[in-house]
């Protein structure tokens, strides 16, 4: 699986935003995606994890009530969509995807896009 993220850039705090992430290639079963984000300076922390069906969601505990995950299988596509932006939501947003839930919160899922940067300015 290939994971292609975009709609990163600049943004005000209190501002939205909504990345989107286009898979590619034949995975071998039906795949969870996700979310991960890197801030300068800090470790690597989950973000958000959706089923294949959409009918389950997961989120940090940061962005509950803020980010919400969804995803279009018809369209390979995943996105996160981010209200009320913070400062602290500045990041690089990075794709994933894995069969298995628990690799999301061990920090390895199966396969990785690359990252698009967000900022978010006070």
Same mark, same amino acid.
């Given at each position: 699986v290939q994971l292609?993220?975009?709609g990163g850039g600049l943004a005000q705090a209190g501002d939205s935003l909504r990345l989107s992430c286009v898979?590619? $290639? *034949?995975? *071998?079963? *039906?795949?969870?995606?996700g979310w991960f984000r890197q801030a300068p300076g800090k470790e690597r922390e989950f973000v958000a994890?959706?089923?294949w069906s959409g009918g389950s969601t997961v989120y940090e505990d940061?962005? &509950?009530g803020r980010f919400t995950i969804s995803r279009d299988n018809v369209k390979n596509t995943a996105y996160l969509q981010m &209200?009320?932006?913070k400062p602290e939501d500045t990041a690089v947003y990075y794709c994933t995807?894995?069969?298995?839930?628990?690799?999301f919160r061990t920090g390895r899922p199966d396969y990785? $896009?690359? $990252?698009t940067l967000v900022t978010v300015s006070s």
């Open positions: 292609q993220a975009s898979a590619s $290639g *034949r995975p *071998r079963t *039906r795949y969870m995606m994890a959706i089923s940061s962005v &509950k &209200k009320s932006l995807a894995s069969e298995y839930y628990s690799t990785w $896009g690359q $990252g």
